[in-house]
């Protein structure tokens, strides 16, 4: 199992100043992360964009110990913001933003900081015609995560979440947040997460992710289908179906890079296909997470800088 190890890469300083500082992982880095610069994540968006794919865009950091950072961060959204704004993206393009990278983990005032911050957000996005959804990071931000949004949706009820299938609590969380007008973005979950809160087989994991889409897909809300899975692909289609959802009362979502020709025929066929794509400088420990869920980016990756010499 080389994912476990691959998570712990994504902690380790040795290994992340390799990779930033040789210059072919750069190739490996572009097929998922389009640029480190808003202009980048700009025009990522308008290529999406004009093969009928709608986008949410992610701009990478994590971990922000201080205020300054997360205040450089809410600028880093109000700027791509703008840029969309004045490209006229803003009707297919929107923003997602981890707390962590807007003061959550800051100590005392953490849950107050992000709040403030993510509202700042919200009502620049809102200015510009968009929305913005709240990913989900690891179990112990779960419930500060969704008390978050809830404080963020009296005002900014457009504001979508994130649920992660492999959280024993999930299928709970979905029947609450199905409801009128409420976005949700179902995903398996990405964190290394112990058996107590979270299943830990892909059987498990699957299982409880179809459950939690019955829920959806039978409630009020705006399912939002993270996966790049074919087998959850196709559920989510049967379910739809079933639930007598038309095309665009929800919608699917997959990672910039990732089953590209999968996104392009979903599209085709009358689909929305939302394409998540993470921009910016801290762009290691989201590799490291994309490289840790399948070992044929890992072959790839080695192989490119095995190449440089
Ligand atoms: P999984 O990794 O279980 O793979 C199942 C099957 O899918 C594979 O056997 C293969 O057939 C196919 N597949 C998967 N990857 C492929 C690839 N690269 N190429 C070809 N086929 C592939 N997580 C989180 O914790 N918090 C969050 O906020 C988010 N947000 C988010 C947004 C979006 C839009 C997506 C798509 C994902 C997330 N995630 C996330 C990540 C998510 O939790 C999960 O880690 C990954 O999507 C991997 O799970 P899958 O369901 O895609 O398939």
Redesign the pocket.
């Known amino acids: 199992m080389l994912r476990r190890p691959l998570l712990k890469l994504a902690d380790s300083d040795r290994v992340r100043h390799l990779v930033t500082t040789t210059p072919v992982s750069r190739g490996v880095v572009d097929r998922f992360v389009p640029g480190e610069e808003t202009s980048d994540a700009v025009r990522a968006s308008a290529e999406l964009v004009a093969t009928g794919r709608t986008v949410?865009l992610d701009f990478l950091g994590e971990d922000t110990t201080d205020e300054a950072q997360a205040s450089a961060t809410v600028d880093a959204y109000l700027d791509v913001l703008e840029g969309l704004h004045a490209a006229g993206l803003t009707g297919s393009v929107e923003v997602?933003v981890k707390l962590s990278a807007v003061g959550q983990a800051l100590p005392d005032r953490g849950d107050k900081v992000a709040l403030e911050n993510a509202r700042t957000i919200c009502a620049a996005a809102r200015r510009r015609g968009t929305t913005v959804t709240l990913?989900?990071?690891d179990h112990s931000t779960t419930d500060a995560t969704l008390r978050t949004l809830r404080e963020l949706r009296k005002d900014y009820p457009e504001t979508g979440a994130?649920l992660?299938a492999y959280l024993r609590r999930t299928e709970t969380d979905c029947r609450d947040l199905a409801v009128e007008g409420s976005r949700v973005?179902l995903?398996?979950?990405?964190?290394e997460e112990p058996e107590r809160v979270a299943f830990q087989t892909?059987q498990e994991?699957d299982l409880s992710?179809v459950r939690c889409l019955k829920v959806l897909m039978n409630g009020a809300g705006y399912p939002m289908v993270?996966?790049?899975?074919?087998r959850?692909v196709a559920i989510a289609g049967e379910l739809a179906r079933a639930a007598g959802r038309a095309q665009g009362s929800f919608e699917y979502?997959?990672?910039y890079g990732?089953?590209p020709d999968e996104q392009r025929r979903l599209a085709d066929s009358g689909e929305t296909v939302?394409v998540?794509v993470p921009y910016g400088q801290e762009w290691y420990g989201y590799l490291m997470?994309r490289l840790a869920?399948?070992p044929s980016?890992v072959a790839f990756f080695l192989r490119s800088l095995a190449t440089t010499g």
């Open positions: 949410t997602s990913d989900m990071e994130v992660q973005r995903c398996k979950g990405a964190y892909r994991v992710y993270a996966s790049h899975d074919p959850m979502q997959m990672l990732v089953r939302r998540y997470r869920e399948r980016n």
